[in-house]
T-cell receptor, first 109, second 115 residues
Framework: QKEVEQDPGPLSVPEGAIVSLNCTYS??????FMWYRQYSRKGPELLMY????GNKEDGRFTAQVDKSSKYISLFIRDSQPSDSATYLC?????????FGTGTRLQVFP | GAVVSQHPSWVICKSGTSVKIECRSL??????MFWYRQFPKQSLMLMAT?????????EQGVEKDKFLINHASLTLSTLTVTSAHPEDSSFYIC???????????FGPGTRLLVL
């Protein structure tokens, strides 16, 4: 079993939809959780960073962490075509990042 | 803030030559930098962790004599692919550790093609 499992997608949604991206993990030592967005042929961009259970909101993005269930989510509201990218969850005890495999999202007009 | 640059953005070289890739943190100091490799439609694979002023720590299966890493200052780490072969063709991405625990800020990546 992988330490981090991520829904592979791909997801294809219409503009304006709410998108839910999810990851589960097995290592209780993970304390810090991140979501990265990666456009094709570019490096990943840090979107959200959390370290406690609960929700964290930043504009159209909400990161949710449930440590008891070992489950994290990223919600994108009012999705835009510019959100089309691969989204990677990542987590760490505090050193190396362990990444999910990524979910490819396409938002069509 | 937290901008990381890489140079070059792409490089084509002949088999047997060496290629150096630079990674710089532009607006912050990074004690620790990381080097990743990414194949098409796959996630990032950590190659090594680079600490300023000390030897890099390589992941299992990564040849340290082939992928030379130098972290000479708090803003610069370099990856040299020695005697490159076509199978070394890949997308190489560096990252720099941020102030918040666990955070990493990534460079734009370097695409290497070995002919």
């Amino acid at each position: 079993q992988k330490e981090v499992e991520q829904d592979p997608g791909p997801l294809s949604v219409p503009e304006g939809a709410i998108v839910s991206l999810n990851c589960t993990y097995s290592n209780s030592a993970f304390q810090y959780f991140m979501w990265y967005r990666q456009y094709s042929r570019k490096g990943p961009e840090l979107l959200m960073y959390t370290y406690s259970s609960g929700n964290k909101e930043d504009g159209r993005f909400t990161a949710q962490v449930d440590k008891s269930s070992k489950y994290i989510s990223l919600f994108i509201r009012d999705s835009q075509p510019s959100d089309s990218a691969t989204y990677l969850c990542a987590m760490t005890p505090a050193d190396k990042l362990i990444f999910g495999t990524g979910t490819r999202l396409q938002v069509f007009p | 803030g937290a901008v990381v640059s890489q140079h070059p953005s792409w490089v084509i070289c002949k088999s047997g030559t060496s290629v150096k890739i630079e990674c710089r943190s532009l607006d912050f100091q990074a004690t620790t930098m990381f080097w990743y490799r990414q194949f098409p439609k796959q996630s990032l694979m950590l190659m090594a962790t680079s600490n300023e002023g000390s030897k890099a720590t390589y992941e299992q299966g990564v040849e340290k004599d082939k992928f030379l890493i130098n972290h000479a200052s708090l803003t610069l780490s370099t990856l040299t692919v020695t005697s490159a072969h076509p199978e070394d063709s890949s997308f190489y991405i560096c990252s720099a550790q941020g102030q918040s625990p666990g955070t990493q800020y990534f460079g734009p990546g370097t695409r290497l093609l070995v002919l």
